[in-house]
């Protein structure tokens, strides 16, 4: 801990001694929070990320501004800091195969390249259609809120919202089908608490003329039985600077597209324009496509598409004296994040006085970007 003004940190379980809050984080390393109270502020290419018990998996706190501090009370173990950049953080299922056997690990999962470690699930999703009974509730100002009870440990729970009319239930829309149910999940209904007719409403200063009579259950039914419902990235692996394909045992149709988490590193310039001007600055930025654009089998955008939080890059540099665009002076002012592919189409703009007479062109060259965060202890 820290006893005094300009005493060096000093964790348990920290190799960093460099005397310094703020610490490195490599591409593709983490960092679980000492137990503890911290104020902890991630760089602009790292999450703050905590342990889900049920599914395993690492989960990113979402509404993260790069550099905001937040007081943080960890137990040691399931809060981190990740610096993913450079490694596939999901996979889209696009093929999920058939006649396989349901369960855990049952289909081994293996990446061509960056080591990355994967739980596949197979079987236990949800349909899409959730049966209502009869009677579907009353006086519903704002739709309540659903939930699927979970799955066994190392399953996605199922998640959906309900949908109203006339203050009653009309359906839900399952948003994630979940993986690995053993048995179809119960449901449960909590009405909102800010909805005028909800007796629990904390603003109301009388009992509402018509409170809701919810609606009490409904059903849903498994699908994907012998089929993967599921990839799951227990380890991201190590950078890299393209994208891996899978490899299924045993080998079946299954086939999977890889969700990336890439920043860029530099650029390939494939046309260097021309008139640009004797040292004059211009500006790149963006790099299409910045979401996997792979169609899904089944919908579970928890563990599939919500994964990256993608932001455009912006990189700067100056012309030759020919008037070109070049690699050499090129500034990174920032690598931006969740990119899926390189070569993707960077936009030139000259940022000086003279307009080019032919527009260059470039394409982004990618990978894993290095990152700081900083970590201050707040106890005693």
Known sequence: MIGGQGIPLSVKGLSYTGGSNAIPLPAGQAMVIPAGTWQVACGIYSWMQVLDPIS??????????????????????NVRIANLTGCAVGAVITNAGSGLT?????????????????????????????????????????????FFSPPPPGGIPATGKAVISAGALTGITVTNQGAGYLVAPTITFVSDPKDPNNPANPTLSVAPATPINPILSATAALTGTGTVTGLVVLDPGTPLTATPTFTFSPASTVAAT?????TVTGITVTAGGAAYGNAQQYILY???????????????????????????????????????????????VDAGLGLQVSGGTMGVIAAGNSLPTTIAQATAVVGGTDDLFFLMPMDG
């Open 56 to 77: 395993g998996l690492w989960r990113t706190v979402n509404g993260q501004t790069p550099g905001e501090a937040r007081i943080v009370k960890s137990d040691g173990a």
């Open 102 to 146: 349901n369960g855990f690990g049952t289909v081994a999962v293996t990446p061509s390249a960056g080591a990355s470690v994967w739980r596949s699930i197979v079987g236990g999703a949800i349909n899409t259609t959730v049966t209502l009974p009869t009677f579907k509730g009353a006086n519903y100002t704002y739709p309540p809120a659903v």
């Open 258 to 262: 890889a969700v990336m988490n890439y």
């Open 286 to 332: 963006g790099s299409a496509p910045a979401i996997t654009t792979a169609t899904p089998i089944y919908t579970n955008p928890a563990i599939e598409k919500g994964l990256t939080s993608p932001r455009m890059p912006v990189l700067t540099g100056p012309s030759t004296a020919g008037g070109a665009i070049q690699t050499t002076g090129l500034v990174i």
